[in-house]
């Protein structure tokens, strides 16, 4: 692979092109994302130690030490304990491992070894033994990249640590909202209403170029005619969607899909539900949206981006509207092309019509296999996710990035935005 180059260099470390970034800024990124998850980590020991820290056993809902120590565990795993790491992705998922500096990671923190309904019972460090990890994990990697030469492949797994690092870290503030722990993490102002955006036909590449660092997901660079289309230059606003609920769109089996409809009734039953999760108080009734966040019950503006919303939901307001929601290339393509005209986003993560499925010449990463964000389990059951919510690391925020989830989810900061039918 062909060494790092000049005129790729990032701006800074919070640039979306610290995917190709090299030794001296993954340095600098990597102390950044571990300073990130112990300030994170921290929020959650506190809770811990007030008594208000629970976490149920539910499909959704993670330990936040337990992904702190993955968070140490996978970095240590490819780039300490690994012999090989200077292969990058020609690495072999099999390789010899050196021993770790905690003899009971593995166990821990491998999710082979540690399935997902398993971890409530395990014998996990407290928080300061999980500090400690982080601390020491982090002086070795960076240790070791001191001595790596600038090029991709060398580098390759210390991209993958930084970047998996901040997709962990997307996850606690995920958690801390679900959780009600808090957090001083400001929301978005509200935008300012624009007209849609006319986007002509064109051909447009989907997937990302070969060289730095890609999320396997991304892969398979391919070309698609696009047809001209019309699409919301912002995510549906707070303000439109009390219009859906105030005309019943929750008693409105027509504008759901059959799945859709079956799984509204199921989280009705369970919880009254007739809005998007966490919100405590919505409609015209109301005089205003209020939604938890962080524990908090919280004002929302009206022109700020509806959030938490499921795929379900995000479908039924497109169909009432007489709208749909975007594939994911018509996304991209408006991301890419009208930003000057108006086209906003970053503020939440936004659904689209997409099923997830892979491109040509897709292969799962090692690496992804030692996660829980493996894509090949979810194809064709997922939807597919773009653009970033304000929970996410600014470097995260990249174009090609392909976020997902199954249609029900809807514990992430997730809204959509619609195209004319």
Same mark, same amino acid.
């Given at each position: 692979?062909?060494?790092?180059?000049?005129?790729?260099?990032?701006?800074?470390?919070?640039?979306?092109?610290?995917?190709?970034?090299?030794?001296?800024?993954?340095?600098?990124?990597?102390?950044?994302?571990?300073?990130?998850?112990?300030?994170?980590?921290?929020?959650?020991?506190?809770?811990?130690?007030?008594?208000?820290?629970?976490?149920?056993?539910?499909?959704?809902?993670?330990?936040?030490?337990?992904?702190?120590?993955?968070?140490?565990?996978?970095?240590?795993?490819?780039?300490?304990?690994?012999?090989?790491?200077?292969?990058?992705?020609?690495?072999?998922?099999?390789?010899?491992?050196?021993?770790?500096?905690?003899?009971?990671?593995?166990?821990?923190?491998?999710?082979?070894?540690?399935?997902?309904?398993?971890?409530?019972?395990?014998?996990?460090?407290?928080?300061?033994?999980?500090?400690?990890?982080?601390?020491?994990?982090?002086?070795?990697?960076?240790?070791?990249?001191?001595?790596?030469?600038?090029?991709?492949?060398?580098?390759?797994?210390?991209?993958?640590?930084?970047?998996?690092?901040?997709?962990?870290?997307?996850?606690?503030?995920?958690?801390?909202?679900?959780?009600?722990?808090?957090?001083?993490?400001?929301?978005?102002?509200?935008?300012?209403?624009?007209?849609?955006?006319?986007?002509?036909?064109?051909?447009?590449?989907?997937?990302?170029?070969?060289?730095?660092?890609?999320?396997?997901?991304?892969?398979?660079?391919?070309?698609?005619?696009?047809?001209?289309?019309?699409?919301?230059?912002?995510?549906?606003?707070?303000?439109?969607?009390?219009?859906?609920?105030?005309?019943?769109?929750?008693?409105?089996?027509?504008?759901?899909?059959?799945?859709?409809?079956?799984?509204?009734?199921?989280? @009705?039953?369970?919880? =009254? $539900? #007739?809005? %998007?999760?966490? *919100? !405590?108080?919505?409609? +015209? /009734?109301?005089? &205003?949206?209020?939604?938890?966040?962080?524990?908090?019950?919280?004002?929302?503006?009206?022109?700020?981006?509806?959030?938490?919303?499921?795929?379900?939901?995000?479908?039924?307001? @497109?169909?009432?509207? =007489? $709208? #749909?929601? %975007?594939?994911? *290339? !018509?996304?991209?393509? +408006? /991301?890419?092309? &009208?930003?000057?005209?108006?086209?906003?986003?970053?503020?939440?993560?936004?659904?689209?019509?997409?099923?997830?499925?892979?491109?040509?010449?897709?292969?799962?990463?090692?690496?992804?296999?030692?996660?829980?964000?493996?894509?090949?389990?979810?194809?064709?059951?997922?939807?597919?996710?773009?653009? &970033?919510?304000?929970?996410?690391?600014?470097?995260?925020?990249?174009?090609?990035?392909?976020?997902?989830?199954?249609?029900?989810?809807?514990?992430?900061?997730?809204?959509?935005?619609?195209?004319?039918?």
């Amino acid at each position: 692979m062909p060494a790092v180059t000049p005129d790729m260099t990032p701006a800074s470390i919070d640039a979306p092109s610290m995917r190709q970034a090299g030794r001296e800024l993954l340095s600098l990124a990597l102390m950044d994302a571990r300073n990130h998850s112990l300030h994170l980590l921290s929020h959650f020991e506190q809770a811990a130690g007030a008594g208000r820290l629970q976490v149920p056993q539910r499909p959704e809902l993670e330990l936040p030490a337990w992904v702190a120590g993955h968070i140490g565990w996978l970095a240590e795993y490819w780039i300490g304990r690994n012999p090989q790491r200077s292969l990058g992705p020609a690495c072999p998922p099999d390789a010899v491992r050196l021993a770790s500096i905690e003899p009971m990671a593995d166990r821990w923190f491998n999710p082979a070894l540690a399935p997902h309904g398993t971890r409530w019972s395990l014998d996990l460090p407290d928080f300061a033994g999980i500090r400690a990890y982080l601390l020491e994990t982090l002086e070795s990697t960076l240790e070791l990249l001191d001595k790596t030469p600038d090029e991709d492949a060398a580098l390759y797994f210390f991209r993958v640590a930084l970047f998996h690092e901040d997709l962990r870290c997307e996850q606690l503030v995920v958690l801390a909202q679900a959780l009600g722990v808090g957090l001083k993490l400001a929301l978005p102002a509200g935008m300012q209403t624009h007209d849609a955006v006319l986007v002509p036909a064109g051909r447009w590449t989907l997937g990302s170029p070969a060289g730095g660092f890609v999320f396997d997901v991304e892969t398979g660079a391919h070309s698609i005619d696009v047809p001209e289309f019309e699409i919301d230059a912002q995510p549906v606003s707070w303000a439109q969607y009390v219009e859906f609920i105030d005309d019943g769109g929750y008693d409105r089996a027509e504008v759901w899909l059959p799945a859709g409809w079956e799984w509204l009734q199921r989280e @009705a039953a369970q919880e =009254g $539900r #007739r809005g %998007p999760r966490h *919100v !405590e108080q919505i409609g +015209a /009734a109301s005089g &205003a949206v209020m939604q938890t966040l962080f524990g908090k019950a919280v004002r929302m503006s009206a022109s700020q981006s509806a959030m938490h919303v499921s795929w379900w939901e995000a479908d039924a307001w @497109a169909r009432w509207a =007489g $709208r #749909r929601l %975007p594939t994911e *290339v !018509e996304w991209e393509m +408006a /991301a890419h092309t &009208a930003a000057r005209r108006g086209f906003r986003w970053g503020d939440v993560r936004e659904w689209t019509a997409s099923t997830l499925r892979p491109w040509p010449g897709f292969s799962a990463d090692a690496w992804s296999r030692h996660t829980d964000y493996e894509a090949h389990l979810q194809f064709g059951r997922a939807r597919v996710q773009r653009g &970033a919510s304000f929970a996410a690391r600014s470097r995260m925020k990249h174009l090609k990035f392909r976020g997902f989830a199954v249609p029900a989810r809807d514990d992430a900061f997730v809204g959509f935005r619609t195209c004319v039918m």
